[in-house]
């Protein structure tokens, strides 16, 4: 069970990062607003997946 933890905590590290750098890299107004989203998307998911108890 130790390890499903891990790999959560990992992922979703990783998708905290991934989605703080596509943040960060949007640029025009049109395109950055959907980079953005998906950002804050991606933060999202990350998040949930830190919080949610193990199974």
Not at 14 to 27: A, C, I, K, N, P
Request: hydrophobic residues 55%.
């Amino acid at each position: 069970m130790a390890d499903k933890r891990r790999v959560r905590h990992s992922v979703s590290v990783v998708l905290m990062v991934v989605g703080g750098l596509v943040m960060l890299l949007s640029t025009s107004v049109g395109a950055g607003l959907v980079a953005f989203s998906l950002g804050v998307l991606v933060e999202l998911v990350g998040r949930a997946l830190e919080r949610r108890p193990p199974r």
